[in-house]
Structure formats: C-alpha cells, structure tokens
C-alpha cells in the first residue's frame, strides 16, 4: 500500500484554509484532503487481517454489511473531506462492523496514522497525543466533543504568556504560567498549588476563556 500521495495532500492543507462543521477554520480538523484517498479497501483488510493475527481471532467478513462498507470506503477515497469528517466516516465503519472482529482496532490504527502524518510539524508529545485522541474517538472510548476540543487544543501554537491559564495534555492539572525562562520552558503554578512547576511548552495546552 502506498499513501505518499495522501500523505503530500495532508501536509498542503495543514495551511489552516478549511472550512465546515466542528471548531473554527483553523482548527486542524478543519483540514481539508482526500486523506483515504490511497488507502484501498485491499490495505483496510490487511490491518483487520493483522489484527486478529496478533489477537488469536478468526479473520472472516460479516456478511450482513462487508459489501456494503466495501462499496462506500471506495465510493469515499477520492473524496475531499474534513478531517473531522473523515474521522466521522471511520466511526461510522467501526460501528458498521464489517469484520468479524477487531473493527474498532482496524479503522482506529487508520485514524491514527492519518493524523500522526498531518501533525508531522509538530512535537512529537503533541503529535503522537493527538493521534491517540483521534484514535480513541474512532474505537468509540472518547466523545466527539472531547476529541474535538482536545485537537483543537494541541493545533495551537504552544507560546505562552504571564497569567495565561493552562492545563496538562491529559487535562489532569490546571493551573496559571508565571513566567517564560531563557531556555524557552515555561514555570507554571497548579491550582491550589505552593510550588512552581517548569515544563516544555509542548506539555502543556492554553485553556480558552469561557
């Protein structure tokens, strides 16, 4: 399988120029491409394939919908979509369940990639966390607002100022930055906290005013 071409069409328009529903138009899933556009129905059957290898479980198509969810991924891959949209079209292919199992492993790992590819400018904190929300959301563990406010958050450029309100990645502290050192690291202080405590700016995330 080759996904080069997908991959350049991700990289171009991670310019920010989008636009449809879910965050503002420069929010990355806002990004317009046809990212599945290399990713045939052939290659989604190896990762289900693979899957079940490493779980010890039975490869096999539900026959109920496989045809079905086969016909729409092609009908789907030269599509120019949002990334937003295409992590909906995921999800909708998870719950669809053509496999007979590991389908939310499956389209997940696709999601995950995807993601991890238009990220590729960022840290790799940054990156592999967003990725790992996108797939998150495609297995059907996390929420689409959560999902969609997280990659909103980690998109922003990671600069802060004196009295800005931020928070942990995992979103497990808040607190308020005090002050921005030489070495390009922020000291922070957590809610009901008494010690400062120094991070990359990568680590952390601005908390938008209510």
Not at 20 to 27: A, L, M, N, Q
Request: aromatic content about 8%; some cysteine; hydrophobic content about 35%.
């Amino acid at each position: 399988m080759s996904d080069e071409a997908a991959n350049r069409s991700a990289r171009k328009a991670h310019s920010g120029d989008g636009s449809g529903g879910g965050g503002d138009e420069h929010s990355p899933l806002q990004t317009r491409a046809a990212f599945i556009q290399n990713w045939s129905w052939e290659s989604v059957v190896g990762f289900n394939r693979g899957a079940c290898e490493r779980g010890r479980a039975q490869y096999g198509h539900n026959q109920e919908t496989y045809r079905k969810i086969q016909e729409k991924w092609e009908e789907t891959r030269p599509q120019t979509l949002t990334l937003l949209e295409t992590l909906d079209f995921l999800l909708r292919c998870h719950r669809a369940a053509p496999f007979l199992f590991f389908n939310g492993n499956t389209f997940a790992e696709i999601s995950r990639r995807l993601v991890d590819v238009l990220f590729a400018d960022f840290s790799l904190v940054r990156r592999r966390e967003a990725a790992s929300l996108a797939a998150h959301f495609v297995a059907g563990v996390l929420d689409r607002e959560s999902t969609t406010r997280g990659i909103e958050a980690l998109g922003e450029a990671a600069s802060f100022q004196a009295g800005d309100r931020v928070r942990t990645l995992k979103g497990s502290r808040q607190g308020v930055v005090r002050r921005a050192l030489p070495d390009g690291r922020v000291a922070w202080l957590p809610d009901g906290g008494k010690i400062e405590l120094v991070a990359l700016p990568e680590s952390l995330v601005r908390e938008k005013k209510k």
